[in-house]
């Protein structure tokens, strides 16, 4: 029998993240061979961190019965500004670093081409790439997770901006004086609409009294609450729970009728795991919004849709760098 | 005396605003040699007012002793959507234009190359290519006037967007449920720090028995008022004009921050008939406010600066576009 050849043709994508990392083994047409998790554990320090993807990507060529020689190359999503020709990571918050040379550091130890880039970034490239087959020229990504993140599509290239910081539309104020945000500013997108301020919003209305079937299903404190659970509760006809994802659902149309007049993209791209537990609950009110508020003639032709990746936009994203990286 | 060779080598530049039109005749290096500025009267519809345009464009020649011989070309700024390619205005809500030729029907009149764009694009161009001499990458201009437009440029290139609107940021929001807009929204920036938005709420207040230096300076009900007629009401101590303007900039340091925050420029440009007026009550502010809001990290080496071309961006910008169009 015929061995197949040994080509280095696949190719992986990681999504590094402040709690967890994903990496995602990828053929060049972007199909999914295999994939691994594993925590952070950013309080260890940006070594320990490294070594920790490095295992997670053994992991996922391990999971897919292929070894290092078959790997084309690495695309990697960091939560912060990132200097991609460099591959270096400015700065991120969530992993408390500062400067880290990750392309390097990974190259060395796995021997592999390593392209460094935005999560949001490259889950935008990712749906870009694998979603939009009418290769629109520009697109705007908006993901809401614990946080919101954007990331840009400028005429068919992603726009990082002067500072690699461009689609930080999480802290886009959008009522002035509103709900304090964890930046320190008040009435940021993401303290209207992330998920981190729903959950707060409904624990501190259950303390004050509210009634909700959350609690029957996880009891008084909430501690476990997960995007999935308000999807639940609103299909058990809980009112209180639906009113709540529908004001983050309209603050979210607003944002978009933000974006939609500065940027004037072609097609709005959401995803993130708050829209993907509740696409059904919010997206219609996020388009209906959207085109309510944004300028007469801004929004003809222009697609406001969801993402089909969810978790997976991240490590798709990656694979596309790197295909798009090491090809060129 | 040999006389100087008839060459056609000097630039135009039109303003074409809901109000009033103005030409400008610049040289390549964009000196401007002679304005001229004629009422819009919109309201006699689109064959008139380019007729008004093109008489305009003819006063401004004759202005500095040249003929229509000696023009290369023609840039117009209009106040709406403009399809570039074809010259022509897609919708103009304050001129009531839906689809009009422009470009065809001045150069019929003129015979001379002419090129369109929107009016706060050409603004942000005359800015970058007379004011910002280290060419930065991606720049944002903001003007302030009546209402408030934007113009991107993105990679050193205008950025119109899909619909050719890219730059609504009047329209953004940025107070839900605040001061209510022209445009049927609530709390858009334009509606909280556009020029007629300060002078309803004067009016509005004065009404309400506020008083102030202005109506001694106007009477009492206050029908010429005029950004300039601020500066001078702070500058003779009044309090209350004095906030009314440091909210307004408060609030367009906010809007800023949310466009670094978007966008990451290089640099920011404010211009427009109430920042020329009010520079010196409002930069300060505006510049504080904005770095105050932006995300660590977005606004390191960023500038915020007020343009100095006042009333001539727009023309300026004019004259550069024709400079470009007509060397390519």
Same mark, same amino acid.
């Given at each position: 029998?015929?061995?197949?050849?040994?080509?280095?043709?696949?190719?992986?994508?990681?999504?590094?993240?402040?709690?967890?990392?994903?990496?995602?083994?990828?053929?060049?047409?972007?199909?999914?061979?295999?994939?691994?998790?594993?925590?952070?554990?950013?309080?260890?320090?940006?070594?320990?961190?490294?070594?920790?993807?490095?295992?997670?990507?053994?992991?996922?060529?391990?999971?897919?019965? !292929?070894?290092?020689?078959?790997?084309?190359?690495?695309?990697?999503?960091?939560?912060?500004?990132?200097?991609?020709?460099?591959?270096?990571?400015?700065?991120?918050?969530?992993?408390?670093?500062?400067?880290?040379?990750?392309?390097?550091?990974?190259?060395?130890?796995?021997?592999?081409?390593?392209?460094?880039?935005?999560?949001?970034?490259?889950?935008?490239?990712?749906?870009?790439?694998?979603?939009?087959?009418?290769?629109?020229?520009?697109?705007?990504?908006?993901? !809401?997770?614990?946080?919101?993140?954007?990331?840009?599509?400028?005429?068919?290239? !992603?726009?990082?901006?002067?500072?690699?910081?461009?689609?930080?539309?999480?802290?886009?104020?959008?009522?002035?004086?509103?709900?304090?945000?964890?930046?320190?500013?008040?009435?940021?997108?993401?303290?209207?609409?992330?998920?981190?301020?729903?959950?707060?919003?409904?624990?501190?209305?259950?303390?004050?009294?509210?009634?909700?079937?959350?609690?029957?299903?996880?009891?008084?404190?909430?501690?476990?609450?997960?995007?999935?659970?308000?999807?639940?509760?609103?299909?058990?006809?809980?009112?209180?729970?639906?009113?709540?994802?529908?004001?983050?659902?309209?603050?979210?149309?607003?944002?978009?009728?933000?974006?939609?007049?500065?940027?004037?993209?072609?097609?709005?791209? !959401?995803?993130?795991?708050?829209?993907?537990?509740?696409?059904?609950?919010?997206?219609?009110?996020?388009?209906?919004?959207?085109?309510?508020?944004?300028?007469?003639?801004?929004?003809?032709?222009?697609?406001?849709?969801?993402?089909?990746?969810?978790?997976?936009?991240?490590?798709?994203?990656?694979?596309?760098?790197?295909?798009?990286?090491?090809?060129?």
């Amino acid at each position: 029998m015929p061995e197949t050849p040994q080509k280095a043709e696949s190719l992986i994508g990681v999504d590094l993240g402040g709690t967890k990392i994903l990496a995602g083994v990828f053929t060049g047409g972007m199909k999914c061979l295999g994939k691994a998790k594993v925590s952070t554990k950013a309080i260890r320090g940006p070594d320990a961190v490294v070594e920790r993807i490095c295992r997670c990507v053994h992991d996922a060529i391990d999971e897919c019965d !292929l070894d290092l020689k078959r790997i084309r190359g690495i695309g990697v999503g960091a939560p912060g500004a990132v200097n991609s020709e460099e591959g270096r990571v400015i700065f991120a918050p969530n992993l408390k670093w500062e400067n880290v040379a990750l392309k390097k550091a990974m190259e060395k130890e796995l021997g592999v081409p390593v392209f460094v880039e935005n999560d949001c970034n490259l889950c935008t490239l990712g749906v870009y790439e694998t979603e939009l087959s009418a290769r629109p020229k520009h697109v705007l990504g908006i993901f !809401l997770g614990t946080g919101i993140g954007g990331g840009l599509i400028i005429g068919g290239k !992603l726009h990082s901006g002067f500072n690699r910081t461009a689609g930080e539309i999480g802290h886009m104020v959008i009522e002035v004086g509103g709900a304090k945000c964890g930046c320190g500013n008040r009435g940021c997108f993401e303290a209207l609409a992330g998920r981190s301020s729903l959950f707060k919003k409904i624990q501190s209305a259950v303390r004050d009294g509210q009634k909700t079937v959350l609690t029957e299903m996880l009891g008084p404190s909430l501690e476990d609450l997960r995007s999935g659970d308000l999807r639940k509760a609103i299909k058990r006809g809980d009112k209180f729970v639906e009113k709540i994802v529908e004001e983050a659902a309209e603050y979210t149309g607003i944002a978009v009728a933000n974006l939609i007049n500065i940027l004037n993209p072609e097609v709005v791209v !959401l995803g993130g795991g708050l829209i993907d537990a509740l696409e059904d609950e919010m997206m219609a009110i996020i388009v209906e919004t959207a085109f309510d508020y944004a300028m007469p003639g801004t929004t003809e032709g222009i697609e406001i849709v969801a993402s089909k990746l969810g978790d997976d936009a991240g490590i798709t994203g990656g694979a596309v760098l790197a295909r798009l990286m090491s090809s060129s």
